[in-house]
């Protein structure tokens, strides 16, 4: 049972537009989110985070937003950059089982 | 500059052969983690430990064994290797107020 959800196997988006990529959750007792982002042969590396109890953060050109009566994250990048290219995985953390768990991933392609 | 290291970046195993991944941090973390990572299914806990000696079943451990005999490092081990596990494995890191440290990831095939 997939308890964290990305729906959308890829998005293509124009350099500077805004890029949203969307992820659902089941399970209401994760205390964190964080977005991963992937480049081929590379291990994930964090990007940005948001803790549970809020409904946004914002760290430069990325912006995670959370609705947890939807029990939903979105993150946007704007403006998106060639250089976003990359796989970006959702994933949640429970302090409980100290367990990281992660979405399919979405591949995000900016054209120039 | 603090790292994760997987000691084999590509690796091509034959069916019925017993393989292990190894994984080095030099961050003192207590917890160590291996995922499998598949396209269309994101990365999927094996297994992980919370100290030397520890280990606990993650979310698919079945054909899969770990060792953690030092802190720093962590081995997941095939015992039989099949063509269902031909994936990339990602070795991880944490602590606690430490978020996730990933290796660069091995890519293993079972021929």
């Known amino acids: 049972d997939q308890q964290v959800k990305q729906n959308s196997p890829s998005l293509s988006v124009q350099e500077g537009r805004i890029s949203i990529l969307n992820c659902d959750y089941t399970n209401s007792m994760f205390d964190y989110f964080l977005w991963y982002k992937k480049y081929p042969a590379e291990g994930p590396t964090f990007l940005i985070s948001i803790s549970s109890i809020k409904d946004k953060n914002e760290d430069g050109r990325f912006t995670v937003f959370l609705n947890k009566s939807a029990k939903h994250l979105s993150l946007h990048i704007v403006p998106s950059q060639p250089g976003d290219s990359a796989v970006y995985f959702c994933a949640a953390y429970s302090g409980n089982t100290g367990k990281l768990i992660f979405g399919q991933g979405t591949t995000l392609q900016v054209k120039p | 500059d603090v790292k994760v290291t997987q000691s084999s970046r590509y690796l091509v195993k034959r069916t019925g052969e017993k393989v292990f991944l190894e994984c080095v941090q030099d961050?003192?973390?207590?917890?160590m983690f291996w995922y499998r990572q598949d396209p269309g299914l994101g990365l999927r806990l094996i297994y992980f430990?919370?100290?030397?000696?520890?280990?606990e079943k993650g979310d698919i451990p079945e054909g899969y064994s770990v060792s953690r005999e030092k802190k720093e490092r962590f081995s997941l081990i095939l015992e039989s290797a099949s063509t269902n596990q031909t994936s990339m494995y990602l070795c991880?890191?944490?602590?606690?107020?430490?978020?996730?440290?990933f290796g660069s990831g091995t890519r293993l095939t079972v021929v």
């Open positions: 430990s919370y100290d030397v000696k520890m280990k």
């Open positions: 961050m003192d973390h207590e917890n």
């Open positions: 991880a890191s944490s602590s606690v107020g430490s978020g996730y440290t």
